[in-house]
């Protein structure tokens, strides 16, 4: 019995895979021989992905053709949330190098989310966006590590730069990119919004704190040194940036209704030119 063409695409990528795979073990091992497996096994698992059932034939043809029609269908926050992932991959084999593969990733993923609405509703709606999730996020942050509200007893002394007001700007341009991905797989619902958000906080405490971005002095620790109050004060800022979202682009989530009437527009409804991402 022969193999479909996406059985072979799939095997052969995986193996491919496999030589990026050995290639960590061999970083961790000290080896840095590894780091060339890891350069070879990834691409060629792409490649392979695309064209791997054309090998021994017109391969160059259909890879080009193939990766011709990928382009036609991919949108540009797409290739952001790619190098987001791709960006992700070397943390665990480079510990020294995490605050500049987190930045460059959160970096990677704000310009996704940026482009998502631009492409949806309109570059000054997406900028607006951006702006008011950003300066809440970051609005917070600073009253939060200087008076302990709303997360709780924290500090940003021995933080990696660069920062902002004394917050590393990691931090608000994940406010605006998360807040909106879980705005969008909440289908619209604030507080469902929130409630993924502190789900979020919850895995991303233990990392931040081993990374020191972050130091917890509360005196009643729950989780990786953050209180209660921390999880609550998720719950209630990204509900908060969740609700003005829905309110600025209501159909960007699936929302029949109208969107804010802002200074100067009047009130209407944008053309819906995608789908929600809601997975609920």
């Known amino acids: 019995m022969s193999l479909s063409p996406t059985v072979w695409r799939a095997g052969l990528a995986f193996a491919a895979l496999g030589v990026a795979f050995l290639g960590a073990l061999l970083v ?26 054309a090998l021994g034939r017109d391969f160059a043809g259909v890879l080009a053709s193939r990766f011709a029609g990928l382009l036609a269908v991919t949108r540009p ?65 600073v009253a939060g590590s200087r008076t302990g509200i709303p997360f709780g007893l924290y500090s940003y002394a021995t933080a990696p730069g660069p920062t902002l007001l004394g917050v590393p700007l990691i931090v608000p341009l994940g406010w605006f990119a998360l807040t909106l991905t879980a705005t969008s797989l909440s289908g619209g619902r604030p507080w469902l919004a929130g409630l993924l958000m502190l789900l979020w906080d919850v895995g991303l405490e233990p990392l931040m704190t081993a990374q020191r971005y972050w130091l917890w002095s509360d005196p009643l620790p729950l989780w990786a040194g953050a209180p209660v109050q ?20 209501p159909r960007l989530f699936g929302l029949r209704r109208e969107p804010w009437a802002l200074p100067g527009q009047a009130p209407q409804v944008p053309p819906h030119r995608g789908p929600s991402l809601s997975l609920l």
């Open 230 to 249: 921390n999880f609550l004060g998720w719950w209630v800022v990204g509900s908060l940036i969740s609700w003005v979202f829905t309110g600025l682009a």
């Open 28 to 53: 961790l091992a000290e080896l840095p021989v590894g780091w060339a497996l890891i350069a070879l096994g990834l691409p060629l698992s792409g490649v392979l992905a695309l064209a791997g059932d």
């Open 77 to 141: 926050w797409m290739w952001f949330v790619a190098l987001y992932v791709a960006l992700k991959i070397p943390v665990p084999l480079w510990p020294d190098g995490f605050p500049v593969l987190g930045l460059a990733s959160t970096g990677a993923l704000f310009v996704a989310a940026l482009l998502f609405v631009w492409e949806r509703e309109n570059a000054w709606k997406a900028g607006l966006m951006a702006l008011v999730a950003f300066a809440l996020g970051l609005g917070v942050e």
